[in-house]
């Protein structure tokens, strides 16, 4: 049995756990989706998927200064209620969360954040590079290098830094498994000293 990406993101999709989580559960059932959402909710991994249609209207915009003042970063995380947000674990999590944004800077919360535009770009930077190649071979290449781009770019995606066996998303997954709540990150801004305006250092002009 091979289990492939896309089977493991339909899993997550349909119970919000985290990655690692999906690809257990489709081993331990031999790859039947069906089988691992019960798998998932048997164990009580699942148990804030029911949430996914509730609204995170309450939450923390929480911040995080860096290196002496030269970073800093502003996020704004929701959940359902205001007593989960008032709560140490979720502004644990916030602070978790605007430390990842300061030590990884990532451009977008989702890949559904970023623009067109720039994803054309990085494919036609890709492609550029593997010149010379048989196309279905650069295809090949250019979507590989693509979801290596997402792992980089989107928050959610990127490798937790206190943990890289898991991503933000299951950090935030296990959040609202303990907590009982919808959690979702809203939007960052990420600040660095000597940042211009087209996002390069002035330091180098």
Same mark, same amino acid.
């Given at each position: !049995?091979?289990? #492939?990406?896309?089977?493991v993101q339909e899993l ?5 756990? %985290?990655? !690692? ?6 081993? +331990?059932?031999?790859?039947?989706? +069906? ?14 998927? %029911? ?5 995170? $209207?309450?939450?923390?915009?929480? $911040? ?18 205001? =007593?989960?947000?008032? $709560?140490?674990? =979720? &502004?644990?999590? /916030?602070?978790? *969360?605007? *430390? ?8 977008? /919360? ?10 054309? &770009? ?5 492609? $550029?590079?593997? +010149? ?5 071979? /650069? ?16 928050? *959610? ?13 299951? *950090?935030? %997954?296990?959040?609202?498994?303990? !907590?009982?709540e919808k959690i979702e ?6 600040? &660095? !000293? ?7 250092? #002035?330091?180098?002009?």
């Amino acid at each position: !049995m091979v289990l #492939t990406a896309k089977l493991v993101q339909e899993l997550r999709e349909k119970t919000g756990a %985290g990655i !690692m989580d999906c690809k257990r559960a489709l081993a +331990e059932t031999d790859g039947d989706l +069906e089988k691992g959402v019960v798998w998932l909710r048997e164990k009580g991994i699942a148990a804030a998927a %029911g949430r996914a249609g509730r609204v995170a $209207s309450e939450g923390a915009v929480g $911040s995080y200064i860096h290196a002496g003042g030269k970073i800093g970063v502003l996020i704004e995380v929701n959940c359902e209620t205001d =007593f989960c947000a008032k $709560s140490e674990a =979720f &502004q644990a999590l /916030v602070k978790e *969360l605007a *430390l990842q944004v300061a030590a990884l800077n990532p451009r977008v /919360v989702k890949r559904e954040d970023l623009s067109p535009a720039v994803l054309e &770009q990085e494919r036609q930077i890709y492609a $550029s590079q593997a +010149e010379g190649k048989p196309a279905a071979v /650069v295809a090949k290449i250019v979507d590989g290098k693509i979801e290596k781009f997402y792992k980089e770019a989107c928050l *959610l995606e990127q490798a937790y830094a206190r943990d890289p066996n898991k991503t933000v998303n299951d *950090l935030i %997954g296990e959040a609202a498994i303990q !907590m009982r709540e919808k959690i979702e990150v809203r939007r960052f801004a990420r600040y &660095q !000293m000597g940042e211009a305006l087209d996002g390069k250092s #002035t330091e180098a002009a």
